[in-house]
């Protein structure tokens, strides 16, 4: 299973947005609405940000939204704050019991 | 509180073996599905294995199928990870982390830092 590609960085400046965009195949990504998002700052564990595309976990801002088209998922970040600064990384189900992540996207607040 | 804390990881040579722990606490550990992922240091996750809430159904990703086995005790609210054959490659740091449904990775530990070098 190759890993979900992301770009490498991506930045805004503090109550900017920013999309990080997700892609894989029809075995992942385009297959299932099982996409979801992590945050991890530096020496910590992931987060999860979002499941299933756009759903947000309890206690996660509004700020957080995620969406799917075909065989790409994006994460938007709006209104930056300092404290978004983080690598994010997507991962999908990729059926039979497996899943895969992304490759990572580095968020800078400007 | 839900808290996932690893322990096991440390220094061995290649070919060698480990075998990681993961104690759960503030769930009922035997409902849900349990993971194993892995992350070198200043790479990407990358999802290493899978077992259901019984312990009888396991997935494993390509890369450590056949050298690594988890399992569990629900008994103990344990997960367990027994890397055998261990190469240079699989140096990273181990997390454990907890599925809710649908398929995604709710609640992780802090990670257990394994390395392989002779």
């Known amino acids: 299973q190759s890993a979900l590609t992301q770009p490498p960085s991506a930045s805004g400046s503090p109550g900017q947005s920013v999309t990080i965009s997700c892609t894989g195949t029809?075995?992942?990504?385009?297959?299932?609405?099982?996409v979801s998002w992590y945050q991890q700052h530096p020496g910590k564990a992931p987060k999860v940000m979002i499941y299933?595309?756009?759903k947000r976990p309890s206690g996660v801002p509004d700020r957080f939204s995620g969406s799917k088209s075909g065989d790409t998922a994006s994460l938007t970040v709006s209104g930056l704050q300092a404290e978004d600064e983080a690598d994010y990384y997507c991962?999908?189900?990729?059926?039979?019991?497996?899943?895969?992540f992304g490759t990572g996207t580095k968020v800078t607040v400007l | 509180e839900v808290q996932l804390v690893e322990s096991g990881g440390g220094s061995v040579q290649p070919g060698g073996s480990l075998r990681l722990s993961c104690a759960a606490s503030?769930?009922?550990?035997?409902?849900?599905?349990m993971h194993w992922v892995r992350q070198v240091p200043g790479k990407g996750l990358v999802w290493l294995s899978r077992?259901?809430?019984?312990?009888?159904?396991?997935v494993y990703a390509d890369s450590v199928e056949g050298r690594f086995t988890i399992s569990r005790d629900n008994a103990k609210n344990t997960l367990y990870l027994q890397m055998n054959s261990l190469r240079a490659e699989d140096a990273a740091v181990y997390y454990c982390?907890?599925?809710?449904?649908?398929?995604?990775?709710?609640?992780w530990g802090q990670g257990t830092p394994v390395t392989v070098s002779s």
């Open positions: 077992i259901d809430s019984g312990g009888s159904g396991t």
């Open positions: 503030g769930f009922t550990f035997s409902d849900y599905w």
């Open positions: 982390a907890r599925s809710n449904w649908p398929h995604y990775f709710a609640y």
């Open positions: 029809s075995s992942d990504v385009g297959g299932y609405n099982y």
């Open positions: 299933e595309v756009s």
């Open positions: 991962s999908s189900y990729a059926g039979s019991n497996n899943y895969v």
